[in-house]
T-cell receptor
Framework: SQTIHQWPATLVQPVGSPLSLECTVEGTSNPNLYWYRQAAGRGLQLLFYSIGIDQISSEVPQNLSASRPQDRQFILSSKKLLLSDSGFYLC?????????????FGDGTRLSIL | AQSVTQLGSHVSVSEGALVLLRCNYSSSVPPYLFWYVQYPNQGLQLLLKYTTGATLVKGINGFEAEFKKSETSFHLTKPSAHMSDAAEYLCAAQGAQKLVFGQGTRLTINP
């Protein structure tokens, strides 16, 4: 069966520090991969999605970037964190090429910026 | 473009009462629709999905949803609420490359 792992579960970082959140999927190949952010009172915001290695789309201009160095690995990064980057970050995957398949989510990372 | 509206950001029901969470979508093509549940500080868990076929879809934890094309709705129901149902519920519709989510409804269960 397929599983998705996301870490760390919680992270406290100072303003201006770098960020790296990692997400890996097991049990499937060539998945679509997604990064979301949930900020208080703002719902679920799609940040990036990827349909393959080195194929990443950014949904909103921001202080973050994403990379997909391997088929089942998706990394969210920042060179310098802002206070506004605080939130709950979720990684998700779905089966590629099939629109009727749901997305499956990791357990999330709670990021607090001080 | 696809959009999803969840009526009521907060819904409160008594334990044992009917749960009804509303979701409307806008689309010019038949949609693929999903309901997710999110417990505090956890990821989203798929409750149920509608793709094609039967319009009444049964999911986990006793929830079900009915796809009504004429009303562009996909409301989530459960006959009898349990305390463990307290959570955030998100409705989503499949767009061109991604899911479009509603703003979510927080369900509170009163003892």
């Amino acid at each position: 069966s397929q599983t998705i792992h996301q870490w760390p579960a919680t992270l406290v970082q100072p303003v201006g520090s770098p960020l790296s959140l990692e997400c890996t999927v097991e049990g499937t190949s060539n998945p679509n991969l997604y990064w979301y952010r949930q900020a208080a009172g703002r719902g679920l915001q799609l940040l990036f999605y990827s349909i393959g290695i080195d194929q990443i789309s950014s949904e909103v201009p921001q202080n973050l970037s994403a990379s997909r160095p391997q088929d089942r690995q998706f990394i969210l990064s920042s060179k310098k964190l802002l206070l506004s980057d605080s939130g709950f970050y979720l990684c998700a995957w779905s089966t590629s090429g099939r629109k009727n398949q749901p997305q499956h989510f990791g357990d999330g990372t709670r990021l607090s910026i001080l | 473009a696809q959009s999803v509206t969840q009526l009521g950001s907060h819904v409160s029901v008594s334990e044992g009462a009917l749960v009804l969470l509303r979701c409307n979508y806008s689309s010019s093509v038949p949609p693929y629709l999903f309901w997710y549940v999110q417990y505090p500080n956890q990821g989203l868990q798929l409750l149920l999905k509608y793709t094609t076929g039967a319009t009444l879809v049964k999911g986990i934890n006793g929830f079900e949803a009915e796809f009504k094309k004429s009303e562009t709705s996909f409301h989530l129901t459960k006959p009898s609420a349990h305390m463990s149902d307290a959570a955030e519920y998100l409705c989503a519709a499949q767009g061109a490359q991604k899911l479009v989510f509603g703003q979510g409804t927080r369900l509170t269960i009163n003892p």
